[in-house]
T-cell receptor
């Protein structure tokens, strides 16, 4: 059972554009929602995370938007750069899944110069 | 030196062979995890351990086993490898929420 659904599977954006990746979850006990970034040949690394007590969190060009009622959250990358080209994973944990992350399927982002 | 190391980085083996993937960490974390990554499926949890005496099955534990030899070491074994276990395998550690991943082991089962 896939508890976190991520879309799109792949995304192509021009340099300077906005990249948007969406995730939806089912388990209402989830209370921690991170995004991980993975470059080819490397393991994933934490990019930014949010808890449901806020609707938005921004770190530099990266913003998470969170909609608790819709059980959705999204990653926005402003002024996308070629160096942002990577695979992005959303994830969630909480409740009986405390200490474990349930990952989305991943989005391959390509930013063209 | 890397905080989370995995050996080997690449491995090709044959159907039916036993293989062990090893993970070591210097972060001092109690929690360790093994994941499998397949294209389009994301990261799936195989096993996890919250301390040396604690071992738990994840979403896809069938065909795999683990051993937590010490706080810093967590190994994954495939007792009898099969071709659909061909994948990228990651070890991770965590303190509370953030997980720190190793560089991965690319395993091919022929």
């Amino acid at each position: 059972q896939q508890q976190v659904k991520q879309s799109p599977q792949s995304l192509i954006v021009q340099k300077g554009g906005i990249s948007i990746i969406n995730c939806a979850y089912e388990n209402t006990a989830f209370d921690y929602f991170p995004w991980y970034q993975q470059f080819p040949g490397k393991g994933p690394a934490l990019l930014i995370a949010i808890r449901p007590d806020v609707s938005e969190k921004k770190e530099g060009r990266f913003t998470i938007s969170f909609n608790k009622s819709a059980k959705q959250f999204s990653l926005h990358i402003m002024d996308s750069q070629p160096g942002d080209s990577a695979t992005y994973f959303c994830a969630a944990s909480g409740g009986t899944s405390y200490g474990k992350l349930t990952f989305g399927q991943g989005t391959i982002l390509t930013v063209h110069p | 030196d890397a905080d989370v190391t995995q050996t080997p980085r690449n491995r090709i083996t044959k159907t039916g062979k036993r293989i062990m993937l090893e993970c070591s960490q210097t972060k001092g974390h109690d929690r360790m995890y093994w994941y499998r990554q397949d294209p389009g499926l994301g990261l799936q949890l195989i096993y996890y351990s919250f301390d040396v005496k604690d071992i738990n099955k994840g979403e896809i534990s069938d065909g795999y086993s683990v051993s937590r030899q010490a706080q810093a070491k967590f190994s994954l074994s495939l007792e009898s490898a099969i071709p659909n276990q061909t994948a990228l395998y990651f070890c991770a550690t965590s303190d509370l929420n953030e997980q720190f991943f190793g560089p991965g082991t690319r395993l091919t089962v022929l």
